[in-house]
């Protein structure tokens, strides 16, 4: 029995308590080396003040009305509460539990993407849940205090039930697809306007598949009301206490603080920390000091930022938005794993360059740290092989002929990288990582070539069989 014989006869649940073992382990060896600060990234240290608090006033009995929201804007409730029941429980120990049950939701997502990669090809689920359970920016994301691990959770989820009701538009499929969406809303704020670009296109390709089908196309109504019930409070205590109709406030630093330097950087290579200082400045001078109303402050920073978009162009705007998917997709997770993102070295901001490509090119070759050189080197090398074997996985999942699944799935990763634009990150990528995996688990059934995953008669392993 050869390597990959052995892997398609392990048990389905043996898969997901190493999924759960590799998280947990890695999350506990950071806290046992470096206390919280292995746990934590740039974001990480407001999110867990505002929930510490909101948990004392929660015990406290001192929360009531809109306040019950959270009482950080930036933060959606369903992430503020899963914090605060974590500080409430485990007390000082709050961000370890919060990443031990990321550990398990992660979990939780590869047994998705095995329901996934099934749907396609059941040869593809065992080797898809493989992929998933040692995927690296998996495990390093819910290692950290972050939103985005809960959000693919549901985002995968709702993946799911778009698929599934593809197959069979039934009412259950059409609840479930309303809680993903409306769960992940309530991590992250991405998802809404994918909410209702994914429930037109389900419709729609029900239609052409059998326009008698259209009493059951009403059942999407369902999906589309949780949403709305979901994020509904949150609008309207946006709109009542501070006049914006609106989710967050957001939207206006993140495009003059983040896209505008990115796109101006891609045009002449300015660094962002230049263009960044003059927009702050533009800002200032057109209105003065910041108010103390966030959304009218991002409303400022929208119509500074819209201006300097217009004044660069669409060419600098497309040449960021390519840099920045480009740099989503090939950036190690190891970046951002604590230990060695706070090696002493230049940021990747920060790195000179006359251009983008220069840029990247002084940032992985000579940076004034070797060992973290060394680390980006092998991490690079790493993520080459896998989109190698994620090519063949594209070319295995074009063969089985699910047009409007891999359709469907196609626009997510289209959709997830152009709201993303030229901001890049591993961490970025997380959302895609789901139907990555897919795409590892049919490039390693490809690449077996003449060996063939046949699940028998239990749904807890996959036998490999010589066809």
Known sequence: MNA????????????????????????????????????IGLDSIDYLRSSREFATAMSNGAVSGWQLLG??????????????????????AGPLMYVIVQGGLDTATCLIVYHIAGHFDRRFAIPAIVAAAVNP???????????????????????????????????????????GLSAAALFRILIVPWAGLS????????????????????????PALIVAICIGPIMARNYTQYGAFA?????????????????KEAADGSPWEQTYLLMEKRTEARFGPLTGNPFENSRRYVEIGNEAMLELGLRPALKGWSYGAAINVAAPALLISPPVAQLPRTGFFSTPGRDMPEKIFNFVFRSDNARYAQLLLIGLAGVFLVRLIQVAGVIAVLQTRHFAALFFCATWIAYVLLINGPVASPKYRL?????????????????????????????????????
Request: with cysteine; aromatic share 10%.
């Open 4 to 39: 990959v014989q052995a892997i398609g006869r392990i048990p389905l649940s043996a898969i997901l308590v190493a999924a759960l073992v590799l998280r947990t382990g890695y999350s506990l060896v950071l806290y046992w080396n470096f206390g919280d600060d292995g746990l």
């Open 71 to 92: 009482p950080n804007l930036h933060m959606m409730p369903l992430f503020t509460w899963l914090l605060a029941v974590c500080f409430a429980v485990g007390g000082a």
């Open 137 to 179: 920016t998996q495990i390093v994301l819910a290692g950290l205090v972050y939103s985005d691990t809960p959000f693919v959770f549901f985002a995968a989820l709702s993946l799911f039930a778009s698929l599934r009701w593809l197959k069979s538009p039934s009412l259950a499929n059409a609840v479930l697809l309303g809680v």
């Open 199 to 222: 429930i037109v296109f389900l419709a729609l390709a029900i239609l052409w598949q059998d326009r008698s089908q259209f009493r059951r196309i009403a059942r999407l109504a369902v």
């Open 247 to 263: 989710l967050t406030p957001q939207s206006g630093m993140h495009l003059t603080r983040w896209v505008v330097p990115l796109v």
């Open 431 to 467: 959302p895609l990582e789901p139907l990555f995996d897919v795409l590892t688990g049919a490039g390693i059934a490809a690449i077996i070539g003449r060996k063939r995953l046949s699940p028998p008669g239990t749904p807890g392993s996959v036998n490999y069989s010589t066809g």
